[in-house]
């Protein structure tokens, strides 16, 4: 995989000017509540994503009084990544100098996962958190998978808003539903098949983290295996017609996470919790590195405040036996340096009032 080589970021919430070259392994960001930590991986994760992650702030990501907000790395293998956002709210995200068209394109070149406290809502949330992290993975293994993915959903809006007319023209809606099922059956086989690499891969996760008895794993496609979908929006037609939208297809898929026959998030304690979702998040790493022998960027945040020592040090340790490129953060350095002081690749950084130094 791609790691950073180099990162500048200019006028990003309480981070004014920011040069750091990081490491190709481990980069361990200390200091303390409010010094800028979370605002570096934002840095990063925007360069990524094209948007942040914090999705309950409301404080633009400008600081205060600038004009522009600026992001930009430079990557192991030449390319580079930018993102700009303008006070009056334009947003500019760049390969390579050049504009990009979606977030996809920022996705594709940069690979990356994030380990904070919504993380957790995989287990808490509901199906289209656990939707997102399963076709985060699929999106990466299979190239034609947003194709499928762009022309279901299009799909799926026309005949939605067909269906909240007052009068439904059938004739109307069939052409949809034919598309619909036709993109739906490719999505299925491409979320079933990542699904069984990750299950794979968590049970080989979760061997060096977790023991759980009767923990399953679960893949539910949207719709009842014994019909096909598009016979059963055939016969749910006057259903959909009376509630405006559609009842079965790929946007109702789900990853049941159990604990025999209950839910894992209902069973197990909060402490389980955050080592499952921090196994499943690392067994997407793993089954990408074994499909496509690439790696992805770890961002992880505040990492001693969701974990013991002993647990922090197998999670540190597993990222290390994956072989990524990982930005941790935390308060204390001695936290965060102790169960990786043997690595070669570390590189700490100290973050105080928006500035940063190497150490």
Not at 54 to 79: W, Y
Request: glycine share 6%.
């Amino acid at each position: 995989m791609p790691f950073l080589t180099k990162l500048r970021v200019s006028k990003l919430r309480n981070l004014d000017s920011v040069s750091l070259t990081p490491s190709p392994g481990f980069n361990l960001i200390y200091g303390k509540n409010g010094s800028g930590k979370t605002s570096l991986l934002e840095a990063i994760y925007l360069l990524g994503r094209g948007k942040t992650f914090r999705s309950s702030s409301k404080a633009p990501v400008i600081q205060n009084n600038a004009d522009e907000s600026v992001v930009f790395c430079e990557l192991d293998d030449g390319e580079t990544l930018g993102f700009s956002k303008l006070r009056q709210g334009e947003q500019k995200t760049h390969i390579n100098g050049e504009k990009t068209a979606s977030r996809a394109e920022l996705a594709q070149v940069l690979p990356l996962q994030i380990l904070n406290a919504d993380a957790f809502k995989i287990l808490e949330g509901g199906p289209s958190v656990r939707r997102a992290y399963l076709d985060w993975g699929v999106f990466h293994v299979e190239q034609s998978f947003i194709l499928h993915w762009r022309q279901a959903q299009r799909a799926l809006q026309n005949r939605n808003s067909l269906l909240k007319n007052k009068i439904v023209n059938p004739a109307e809606v069939r052409p949809w539903t034919r598309e619909l099922c036709q993109h739906a059956e490719k999505i299925d086989a491409f979320r079933n098949e990542h699904a069984i690499q990750l299950e794979n891969c968590l049970a080989e996760i979760l061997e060096n983290l977790l023991i759980l008895d009767n923990f399953s794993i679960h893949y539910f496609k949207g719709w009842d295996d014994e019909h096909k979908l598009e016979d059963i929006l055939k016969s749910n037609i006057q259903r959909d017609v009376r509630n405006g939208f559609t009842s079965a297809g790929p946007h109702r898929a789900d990853l049941r996470i159990q604990i025999g026959k209950n839910s894992a998030a209902d069973v197990l304690s909060r402490g389980q919790q955050k080592l499952l979702v921090i196994a499943m998040k690392l067994a997407q790493a793993l089954a990408l590195k074994k499909v496509l022998g690439k790696g992805c960027l770890f961002l992880v945040d505040d990492l001693p405040a969701e974990l013991d020592s002993a647990n922090r040090a197998k999670v540190l340790a597993i990222l290390a036996q994956i072989g990524e490129q990982v930005f941790v953060t935390g308060i204390e350095k001695e936290q965060l340096f102790e169960p990786l002081q043997k690595e070669k690749e570390l590189k700490l950084f100290h973050v105080e009032h928006g500035k940063i130094s190497t150490e």
